[in-house]
């Protein structure tokens, strides 16, 4: 049997990864569904500690969702938030005997002559595979990134434990319907197995970026590059932490903050594409301050009606106008809403465009409170509970975490910009025909099509 058809999605690849997961995942959702029942006493930061290993040790998109899971106010125990968040920037990285099978499977067993250097210890890891530095015949530097083995079986093993999870969130929290959410991580996560569509994400990014010179997106080799190895350009880079550490200067700091700000909305309100990952990992700073976007697996693209409903919904908050809010929460995919529950999800609203509200320099948030908009999603979270939940729509889900993503880094960063001006920038003039138009022109230009639904 070859290793591709090794690693298809199949039962019994499926049944070992469920095997290597019960323990871990199924004494998460044990353990914590007993405290709130049955009054264990749990020592959360020790098992907290103990699932983070386990994750992150099995690879695949447990550990991924767990980051993103992380970053849901009360959906985890706040010592899990602690511990997962760190999940997908520590990951250990496989060995030499697992990069010369995948190499050898993607390319043939003379891949290695194909490059003057191959670096045999991973430059990073991740959820779904590693990095390793290369330099081609002609000196061009490279990194190319592995897919780890059987990932398909792990990606429905853990999808199915996923939904195992939520079930029984949803027994004793019915604020916040997961179906949804369940269905949107799904699909984006079968998507990020195919790295033939994240070559094109990136292609994607070149276009949509082109006129952004503090924004830069490695080219993909194709020619060393297949559904499960993508071989791309490197770009040079620090991490946003070490950036952080090393540049005390709010001048400085606000141009890194400025330069993620239009890397990930010029797409969103040009072209209707967010990427739905801001992790620390997916990016780096230059020594101008400019930004290496790194990782496009997790490319949400929207129709152009949900990106007029996110600026319908700024200009009825600012101009107080119900009826416009409703529209553009309707617009989103949300149904049978009343008035106190739109109420309840205007107040997570005007969190998040608090800093556009205002023409003034400003912090994206100006309070200490620790995690960005913690304190508020938790409020919300308990009124939704009160008014017997609401159902977000799949395209919220990516868009939601972007957002709370961004506004984490920007917190990081202590960045002091005119949000408001820069936000208003990227509206003036903003047009639903013209996007669609600029929408359709670069994904027939990449023969990409729109995500699964």
Same mark, same amino acid.
């Given at each position: 049997?070859?290793?591709?058809?090794?690693?298809?999605?199949?039962?019994?690849?499926?049944?070992?990864?469920?095997?290597?997961?019960?323990?871990?995942?199924?004494?998460?959702?044990?353990?914590?569904?007993?405290?709130?029942?049955?009054?264990? %006493?749990?020592?959360?930061?020790?098992?907290?500690?103990?699932?983070?290993?386990?994750?992150?040790?099995?690879?695949?998109?447990?550990?991924?969702?767990?980051?993103?899971?992380?970053?849901?106010?009360?959906?985890?125990?706040?010592?899990?938030?602690?511990?997962?968040?760190?999940?997908?920037?520590?990951?250990?990285? &496989?060995?030499?005997?697992?990069?010369?099978?995948?190499?050898?499977?993607?390319?043939?067993?003379?891949?290695?002559?194909?490059?003057?250097?191959?670096?045999?210890?991973?430059?990073?890891?991740?959820?779904?595979?590693?990095?390793?530095?290369?330099?081609?015949?002609?000196?061009?530097?490279?990194?190319?990134?592995?897919?780890?083995?059987?990932?398909?079986?792990?990606?429905?093993?853990?999808?199915?434990?996923?939904?195992?999870?939520?079930?029984?969130?949803?027994?004793?929290?019915?604020?916040?319907?997961?179906?949804?959410?369940?269905?949107?991580?799904?699909?984006?996560?079968?998507?990020?197995?195919?790295?033939?569509?994240?070559?094109?994400?990136?292609?994607?990014? #070149?276009?949509?970026?082109?006129?952004?010179?503090?924004?830069?997106?490695?080219?993909?080799?194709?020619?060393?590059?297949?559904?499960?190895?993508?071989?791309?350009?490197?770009?040079?880079?620090?991490? &946003?932490?070490?950036?952080?550490?090393?540049?005390?200067?709010?001048? #400085?700091?606000?141009?890194?903050?400025?330069?993620?700000?239009?890397?990930?909305?010029?797409?969103?309100?040009?072209?209707?594409?967010?990427?739905?990952?801001?992790?620390?990992?997916?990016?780096?700073?230059?020594?101008?301050?400019?930004? %290496?976007?790194?990782?496009?697996?997790?490319?949400?693209?929207?129709?152009?009606?949900?990106?007029?409903?996110?600026?319908?919904?700024?200009?009825?908050?600012?101009?107080?106008?119900?009826?416009?809010?409703?529209?553009?929460?309707?617009?989103?995919?949300?149904?049978?809403?009343?008035?106190?529950?739109?109420?309840?999800?205007?107040?997570?609203?005007?969190?998040?465009?608090?800093?556009?509200?205002?023409?003034?320099?400003?912090?994206?948030?100006?309070?200490?409170?620790?995690?960005?908009?913690?304190?508020?999603?938790?409020?919300?979270?308990?009124?939704?509970?009160?008014?017997?939940?609401?159902?977000?729509?799949?395209?919220?889900?990516?868009?939601?975490?972007?957002?709370?993503?961004?506004?984490?880094?920007? &917190?990081?960063?202590?960045?002091?910009?005119?949000?408001?001006?820069?936000?208003?920038?990227?509206?003036?003039?903003?047009?639903?025909?013209?996007?669609?138009?600029?929408?359709?022109?670069?994904?027939?230009?990449?023969?990409?099509?729109?995500?699964?639904?």
């Amino acid at each position: 049997m070859s290793d591709i058809d090794s690693e298809r999605n199949s039962l019994g690849g499926r049944v070992r990864r469920y095997a290597r997961v019960g323990t871990a995942v199924g004494g998460l959702a044990a353990r914590v569904a007993g405290e709130r029942y049955l009054g264990w %006493n749990l020592d959360k930061g020790v098992h907290a500690n103990d699932l983070k290993l386990a994750l992150g040790g099995l690879k695949g998109p447990l550990m991924k969702v767990a980051q993103i899971l992380s970053t849901i106010p009360d959906a985890l125990p706040k010592e899990y938030v602690n511990e997962l968040s760190h999940l997908q920037a520590n990951a250990p990285a &496989m060995g030499w005997p697992f990069v010369k099978r995948r190499m050898i499977s993607e390319l043939g067993a003379g891949w290695r002559k194909r490059f003057a250097e191959f670096e045999r210890a991973a430059a990073s890891a991740a959820s779904l595979g590693q990095v390793h530095r290369a330099i081609l015949h002609d000196g061009t530097r490279v990194a190319a990134k592995l897919q780890y083995p059987d990932m398909s079986s792990a990606v429905e093993a853990d999808l199915r434990q996923l939904d195992w999870i939520f079930s029984i969130y949803q027994r004793y929290d019915k604020a916040i319907d997961t179906s949804q959410i369940h269905a949107e991580l799904s699909a984006r996560l079968r998507e990020e197995l195919d790295y033939d569509r994240e070559a094109k994400n990136m292609a994607l990014y #070149r276009h949509m970026l082109a006129d952004e010179q503090a924004v830069h997106v490695p080219d993909v080799v194709e020619e060393l590059s297949t559904t499960r190895l993508i071989t791309m350009t490197w770009l040079d880079g620090i991490p &946003m932490m070490s950036f952080i550490e090393q540049n005390p200067e709010l001048e #400085r700091r606000n141009t890194v903050a400025l330069n993620m700000f239009r890397a990930w909305y010029v797409p969103f309100y040009f072209f209707g594409v967010i990427h739905g990952d801001p992790h620390l990992g997916n990016y780096t700073v230059r020594q101008d301050g400019s930004i %290496n976007l790194l990782d496009f697996g997790c490319i949400r693209i929207f129709p152009p009606s949900f990106v007029k409903g996110v600026i319908d919904l700024y200009k009825a908050l600012s101009d107080d106008d119900e009826a416009l809010a409703v529209h553009a929460y309707e617009s989103w995919g949300f149904t049978g809403l009343d008035r106190e529950t739109i109420e309840v999800l205007n107040v997570w609203a005007r969190f998040i465009y608090a800093p556009l509200m205002e023409d003034r320099t400003r912090r994206i948030q100006e309070t200490n409170t620790g995690l960005y908009g913690r304190a508020v999603a938790e409020k919300v979270h308990g009124e939704l509970r009160r008014l017997n939940g609401v159902r977000p729509p799949r395209e919220f889900v990516l868009m939601d975490r972007a957002a709370l993503g961004l506004g984490s880094v920007f &917190m990081h960063l202590k960045a002091e910009v005119n949000w408001y001006r820069e936000f208003h920038d990227l509206i003036g003039g903003f047009d639903v025909d013209a996007l669609a138009a600029r929408q359709a022109e670069a994904m027939a230009a990449i023969d990409l099509k729109m995500p699964e639904d």
